[in-house]
């Protein structure tokens, strides 16, 4: 059966659960006897086990497998929890996790046994019950292997069925040998390479599973199975196989015509479809061969039934307001209201239509729970984080790219932000650091805030890296206010770290973060007070496809600006343009505000005429808590634009974030706030 | 000299002129020729990109090859065309005086530039043919512009 038309569905479901597996998990740690969480986190295992199990992703079901064999120990009170224990459960989950991007990126789970996290669950079983061993690992065995008598374990593919048959009718024994290694054996691969050489002496061994090389590289279980075309008796197999040390078990059984024709029945049902059959049979002997199909997953949003009903509505109204339009167009007078009905009726399907592309922060901010535990334990620092505002809504592509930075910053708060217990004891306050999460929407912005109550940022010690680094000179850097002086954080290779840590301090972090950020035309900003702690904001737009701006002429060119960092509209005369250190200035109520011409900056041709004009039309904007201000010809209105790329020729040049088609087909570009304010 | 069908060892070349030579592309690259329209000038661009056109709802840069080559700029006329070529990653506008036709051109008719010059800069001329006993200079708009391409 194709499977490829599951595969988005098993993905996008797979990661849910792993979400809930990961809460669940960091629950279970905070208060490891709560049977509900427990046995939440045996749903998860067995739902994903089945699900896995459906695809026909052998690895990940096996994992998910041994998880509830240890997971039910533990609801049965055979086991307690313990923080190895859990330290394992998310390995486990980790382990998860790469089996689905695996998944999503090639359509097949990958050839990574994890078999250390398998050993280790198994571990927990033996290791702290032997009782539990005995009841628990032992169905699972029968479990596992289960295959009822004169039943094949192995699937045959119509080779080996060829070769098979004609192995029969030469005369020849033909076994398929199961054999089970003891659980305590270490050296598995060297026992199963002692097992192949009885075997290869006496046989030709024509199958095995998982496949000889996963076997010489200790990639499998404590069991496997070949098959192998022989002279000799089953007795003799048995026997010689049981010789050989740390040997649990040893089956054969013999293959005879019948389960040839068996297979051969099955495989003929499924003929039509031989492109999937093919990949199932890959799949199940874990084979080396190159991915097939390589079936990448598609970005999918996952929407309100009710957000879609909105837009349906709308939908049908617009038919309507056709409908109206035509039948005036015979009339023949244009008809004011409709157009009218029709103007808001299109900004509601914008709205409706941007909504749906709008995604919960949730999502990313659920994954760092687990991060921030981590983080601790690696630091040994107690911290704990707050989080709020999770069901604030950001468009798909933001939510996709604001991950990363955000992790930058939360370990950055960790490593550098928090102090460790005996420093915060100094300090008088509790040892416990705390590192808040908040997201909120602020118009049309989304504001996520990380905050912690560690030390702060060392303002003194950043003004004599800035020196040092000979960025900029003493006398310099002594006017800088302190907020000037934090945002040469953002700069690129700018550590303050005095010690390198695995978590930040290779001065790569900071400055990632903010391009990223510019990349979604959002900015970052720092406050900070020595001993009290720091607090990172970013600011995000809603969307990112359709904004509102405004048209502006310079020269005779039209350019967009954003509104969103348009803070006022200002005339000024001539006279009132100030230099202040070389550059010139504006005063805006006692606020200092530097004028940044955009004809000249973006060289637009003269248009001609020296027009003396006595007043100068001044475009105040936002970037960050600064403001500069743009010169510019005039004035043309506000509008609400469609964002397009300017195409690959054209990408990264400065001062433009893109183009915009304007009603009359012209195209104005939209000028990039963020590198055109000083 | 006209040949009409194409067989395996020809190609179709899409002939224009700028200034007094005629040039080829090779049409499977051309997507559509249009007439001039309004350029919306992009700044801090080298000079040869003349900004971007909307192409019906799509933005395309636009270049000048009569700039790229270092040929004074005219004024645009009724013959003046862009020819908007489209590629995997990209879609890009040329600016050329006139656009003729499409001819076809056997390999034997096409002769390498390699045996003229051996200069990298020249990179971007496939060969040289003939029609109507002028000389076409066949060229790779994709190498014209590589040093576009290669910028981050």
Known sequence: MDMNQYLDIFVEESKEHLQQLNSSLLQLEKNNTDKQVLNEIFRVAHTLKGMAGTMGYIKMQTLTHHMEDVLDALRNDKITVDSNMVDILFRCLDALETYVNTVSLSGQEGHEAFQDITDALAGILKGNNVQAKSTETSPKTEETGSTEPGKLRVELNQYDINVIKAGLDAGMNVFEIHIVLDKGCLLKAARAFIVFQVLDGNSEVIKSVPKIEDIEDE????????????????????????????????????????????????????????????????????????????????????????????????????????????????NGQADDDSIEYLERITTSIHDAVMKVRMVPIEQVFNRFPRMIRDVARELDKDIELHMSGEDTELDRTVIDEIGEPLIHILRNSADHGLETREERKKMNKPPVGNIYLRAYQDGNNVVIEVEDDGRGIDVAKVRRKIIEKGLESAEMVNTFSDKEVVDYLFKPSFSTADKVTDL?????????????????????????????????SIRIPLTLAIIQALLVYIGSEQYAIPLSSISEIVNVSPEEIRKVRNQEVILLRDMVIPVVYLPQILEVPDSGAEKEEKSLTCVIVKKGDKFSAFIVDSLIGQQEIVIKSLGKILSGIKYIAGATILGDGNVALILDVNSLAL | MEKNHVDKNSKQYVIFRIGDQEFGADIHKVSIVEKMMNIARVPTTPPYIKGVINLRGEIIPVLSLRIKFGLPEIETDDDTRIIIFKFNEFALGVIVDAVYEVAVYNEEDIESVTSITNDRSYDYIVGIAKREGRLVTLINIKKLISDLLVKE
């Open chain 1, 504 to 536: 930040s301090g290779r001065g790569v972090g900071l400055d990632v973060v903010k391009t990223k950020i510019e990349t979604l035309g959002g900015i970052v900003e720092v406050e900070t007070e020595w001993g009290k702690g720091s607090k990172f």
């Open chain 1, 219 to 330: 990639r499998f279980d404590f069991e496997f199975t070949v098959v192998a075309i022989t002279e000799k008796s089953s007795d003799f197999f048995i026997k010689e196989i049981n010789s050989v040390a740390e040997i649990e078990k040893v089956e054969v059984t013999p293959i005879l015509h019948e389960h040839l024709d068996a297979g051969a029945v099955r495989t003929e049902s499924k003929e039509s479809d031989e492109v999937s059959e093919d990949e199932n049979g890959a799949n199940k002997v874990l084979s080396d061969q190159p991915l097939k199909k390589a079936h990448k997953t598609n970005k999918t949003v996952r929407v309100d039934i009710e957000r879609l009903d909105t837009l349906m509505n709308l939908v049908s109204e617009l038919i309507i307001v056709k409908n109206g339009l035509e039948s005036s167009m015979e």
